[in-house]
C-alpha cells in the first residue's frame, strides 16, 4: 500500500474581497488568473506530493453597510473546481471596486460569514482556508447595524467573532487542524487585533490605502499552497 | 549543513555504520537536512533537521533569496556540530538547556544579519523567523553490551530505536493537540513548539539506557509522514535493509523506497551498534521483518478500511511506544 498512497486533500477555500475603490488592482489580479486558479494551485500542491482530491472555493466582497447599502457584502456558495470553472470565472469578473465610505470597511462581517460558512467535513485530510485582501481597517463589528440590510444574526462583538474562529479548547466553527486564515491587510485594527490573538492566522502586512498593490499573484498561490 | 560523507571519520568502537539517506524535491531549495559525527571519543551523534516552509516561507535577499526555512535547518546543524565538537554534550540532564540557549543567541544573532529593511513584513502564529525542527541522538557507547542514547528534540522530526522488538519512537512530537503517530497522519496536528529567531522555544530530552545490538534512527517527517501508518515505515526501513548487501547500498534503497511515496524533503539518519558486520545486522532483523510483514503488512491493502488500520495500529502502538 505504501508506495500507492498518496495524501488526497478535500480543499476549501473562502475568498474575502473588499471590493471598495482603492483595491481595483487587486480585483483585476483575481479576475485575470480565475480561470487558471484550479490548474495552479493543483500543480503547486502537486510540487509537494499533495493530490486535491475536491477542490471548492467561494467568494464574499465586502464595502461598507452604511455607505453601500446593498452591495455592502455579496456572498456565493462553494464553486466546485474544476468543474464550475466557467460560472466561478464570470462571478469573478462581475465585482467591480467602487464605494466604501469612510476609511474602515466591514471586513469583520465578511470574515464572520465566511467562517460560518458550510465547510466540508468529509475526507481523511481537509483544508479550510480564508483568504482575505483589504487595504483598510476593519470596523469594530456592528458599526454599521442601523442599515436596514445589516444581519440579524451577526455576532455580536469581536469577542464572540473569537470564539466562532475558536481556538484548541473550543472547536468554533471550523476543524482546529484544518483551517488558515491567511490576511493581506494593512497592520491596522482589526486585523491587528486577530493576528496577534488568534490562533492559525498568517498576516502579510501592506500599506494602507493603496490597493495592496505590493501583492502579486505567484504570492497569492504560494500563500496557499504553503498553508494546504 | 550537509557532512560529506568521504569527510567523517568514524573511529568510535561498536559502530557498525552510519547511513543517511535524504533527498531535496526541488534542488537547491531543500528545507531538510542532517549532521553526524563519531569522533575518537565514546560519544558521537546522528541529527536531522527540516526548515518549517510554511512558517518560514520569507525570502531572505541578504542570505540569496534562501527561505527562513533552509537557513534556520542548516544553522541549527552547524550549531549541533559545533555544540559536539565542543564537547559539551554531559548526559546529566543540562543538554538539552544548553544547546537550547545556544540556538537562542545563535539564531537572534543570524536574524539580525539576514533582516533587510523593505522586507515583507509577516506577522501571525503560522509565522515564524527562521524556523526548523529538530531530532538528535547523543549516543555515549562506552559498554560492550549497552549504551545511553539521549534523544533531543523540537517539533516533529522523530528519534526512534529499532531492535528485535521493532520501532519504537522515543521522541513525543511539540503538537497543539493531542494525536498519536496513527492519528496525525490524518489530522496533520499544528506544531506547539519549533526552534526559532523570534523568541521562545524548548528543546525537549529523553535519555534511554539501550541494550546493544541497535539502530539509533532520527528522521524528519518527509520520511514518515506519507505512509497510511507507522507501521509500513518500520516495513521500508526493514525491507530495505535486508535488499541492500552494505550499509552503503542500505542507504541508497532507502532513498529510493521513499523518494516516490513522499511529497517532502526528509531527512534520515541511521546508526548501527553492536554488530560484527551488515550481513550479522541483516540476520539480526530477518525474524522482526517476517513477523512485521506476516502480522500487518500482508492485510494492508488497497482495500483496506480505516477501521481495519485502526485495529492494526491498536496493536502496533503496543510495542510502538514500548519505551
Known amino acids: 500500500m505504501g508506495s500507492n498512497y498518496k495524501m488526497k486533500y478535500n480543499v476549501d477555500i473562502v475568498f474575502v474581497i473588499d471590493a471598495t475603490g482603492s483595491m481595483g488592482d487587486l480585483i483585476d489580479i483575481v479576475k485575470k488568473n480565475a480561470l487558471n486558479l484550479h490548474k495552479d494551485i493543483e500543480t503547486m500542491m502537486g510540487q509537494k506530493g499533495k493530490i486535491i482530491q475536491e477542490l471548492r472555493i467561494k467568494v464574499i466582497t465586502f464595502r461598507d453597510y452604511l455607505a453601500d447599502g446593498e452591495n455592502a457584502m455579496l456572498k456565493t456558495d462553494f464553486f466546485n473546481l474544476p468543474e464550475d470553472t466557467e460560472v466561478f470565472n464570470e462571478t469573478i469578473n462581475s465585482i467591480t471596486a467602487f464605494g466604501g465610505g469612510d476609511d474602515p470597511e466591514d471586513g469583520l462581517e465578511a470574515l464572520a460569514y465566511a467562517i460560518r460558512s458550510k465547510w466540508n467535513t468529509e475526507g481523511l485530510k481537509k483544508r479550510q482556508l480564508i483568504v482575505v485582501w483589504s487595504d483598510a481597517p476593519a470596523h469594530e463589528l456592528g458599526f454599521g447595524k442601523s442599515a436596514e440590510n445589516y444581519p440579524k444574526k451577526m455576532a455580536k462583538d469581536f469577542n464572540e467573532l473569537t470564539q466562532w474562529w475558536g481556538d484548541k479548547d473550543n472547536m468554533g466553527y471550523m476543524d482546529y487542524n484544518s483551517k488558515r486564515l491567511i490576511l493581506f491587510t494593512p497592520d491596522l485594527p482589526w486585523w491587528n487585533e486577530i493576528r496577534n490573538s488568534w490562533d492559525n492566522v498568517i498576516h502579510y502586512m501592506s500599506e494602507a490605502g493603496k490597493g495592496l498593490e505590493e501583492v502579486n499573484y505567484k504570492q497569492i498561490i504560494d500563500a496557499i499552497a504553503y498553508s494546504i | ?323
Open chain 2, 1 to 323: 549543513m550537509k557532512n560529506e560523507k568521504n569527510e567523517i571519520k568514524i573511529k568510535t568502537k561498536g559502530v557498525t555504520a552510519v547511513i543517511c539517506a535524504e533527498r531535496e524535491k526541488l534542488d537547491g531549495l531543500g528545507e531538510d537536512c542532517y549532521s553526524y559525527s563519531f569522533d575518537s571519543t565514546d560519544v558521537g551523534y546522528i541529527a536531522v533537521f527540516d526548515g518549517c516552509g510554511g512558517m518560514g516561507a520569507r525570502k531572505y535577499p541578504k542570505a540569496n533569496n534562501k527561505t527562513g526555512a533552509r537557513i534556520a535547518s542548516r544553522a541549527a546543524a552547524c550549531i549541533t556540530d559545533e555544540f559536539y565538537g565542543e564537547k559539551l554534550f554531559r548526559f546529566d540532564g543540562s543538554d538539552c538547556r544548553n544547546l537550547q540557549s545556544r540556538m537562542k543567541e545563535a539564531f537572534q544573532r543570524i536574524k539580525s544579519a539576514v533582516d533587510s529593511d523593505g522586507a515583507a513584513m509577516m506577522g501571525g502564529d503560522l509565522f515564524k523567523s527562521l524556523p526548523t525542527t529538530a531530532a538528535i541522538a547523543v549516543i555515549k557507547n562506552n559498554d560492550n553490551s549497552r549504551m545511553v542514547c539521549e534523544y533531543l528534540w523540537a517539533g516533529d522530526s522523530r528519534g526512534y530505536f529499532l531492535d528485535a522488538d521493532g520501532l519504537c519512537q522515543v521522541t513525543k512530537d511539540d503538537l497543539k493537540t493531542d494525536e498519536d503517530a496513527f492519528s496525525n497522519l490524518r489530522s496533520d496536528g499544528r506544531m506547539s513548539n519549533v526552534i526559532h529567531a523570534d523568541g521562545d522555544f524548548r528543546i525537549n530530552s529523553e535519555t534511554l539506557i539501550l541494550d546493544k545490538p541497535i539502530i539509533i534512527i532520527t528522521s524528519t517527517d518527509g520520511a514518515f509522514d506519507y505512509f497510511s501508518s507507522p507501521m509500513e515505515f518500520e516495513h521500508i526501513l526493514l525491507s530495505t535493509l535486508l535488499e541492500a548487501d552494505s550499509a552503503e547500498k542500505w542507504e541508497i534503497r532507502l532513498s529510493e523506497a521513499i523518494s516516490p511515496v513522499t511529497g517532502d524533503d526528509f531527512a534520515i539518519c541511521a546508526a548501527l551498534f553492536g554488530f560484527t558486520s551488515y550481513g550479522d545486522c541483516k540476520k539480526y532483523y530477518k525474524e522482526r521483518f517476517e513477523y512485521l510483514t506476516k502480522k500487518y503488512m500482508n492485510r494492508i491493502t488497497e482495500d483496506t478500511t480505516e477501521k481495519e488500520l485502526l485495529s492494526l495500529w491498536g496493536s502496533y502502538k503496543l510495542s510502538y511506544y514500548r519505551r
